[in-house]
C-alpha cells in the first residue's frame, strides 16, 4: 500500500487545520490506521489512531481534546482535524496502517506533510 498525506501549511496558533491521508494500491478499510509526526530535532512520535472501521478512536496526550481522527473506507482515506494548534505541533505528520492493540506502525510511511505552527 502506498500513503500520502496531504493539506499541510502554515497556520497561526489557535487555528485549525485538516490533513488527509490517502492510500492506494489496495484497500486499507480493514486496518487500522495511524497518525505520527516528526518534530525538528526529534523523533517521530504517535499522535492518533482509529480501528478498521472507525468505532474506536485513540489520542496522545499532547493532542487529546483538540485532534479528531477520522476516516472514510469508501475513500480509502483517513483525515486529522487539528483545533487549537500550537507552536509545538509543529512537525512532518505521517500516515501509516497500525496493529490494532498497540498502534505500532505497520507500514512502510510515505510522503509526510509539513505543519507550521506560528507564535
Known amino acids: 500500500v502506498q500513503l500520502q498525506a496531504c493539506g499541510g501549511g502554515l497556520v497561526q496558533a489557535g487555528g485549525s487545520l485538516r490533513i488527509s491521508c490517502a492510500a492506494s494500491g489496495r484497500s486499507v478499510s480493514n486496518y487500522p490506521m495511524g497518525w505520527f509526526r516528526r518534530a525538528p530535532g526529534k523523533e517521530r512520535e504517535f499522535v492518533a489512531a482509529?480501528?478498521?472501521?472507525?468505532?474506536?478512536?485513540d489520542y496522545a496526550d499532547s493532542v487529546k481534546g483538540r485532534f479528531t481522527i477520522s476516516r472514510d473506507n469508501a475513500e480509502n482515506t483517513v483525515y486529522l482535524q487539528m483545533n487549537s494548534l500550537k507552536p509545538e505541533d509543529t512537525a512532518v505528520y505521517y500516515c501509516?496502517?497500525?496493529?490494532?492493540?498497540?498502534?505500532?506502525?505497520?507500514?512502510?510511511w510515505g510522503q509526510g506533510t509539513l505543519v507550521t505552527v506560528s507564535s
Open positions: 501509516a496502517e497500525v496493529s490494532g492493540i498497540s498502534w505500532t506502525p505497520r507500514s512502510s
Open positions: 482509529i480501528s478498521g472501521r472507525g468505532g474506536r478512536t
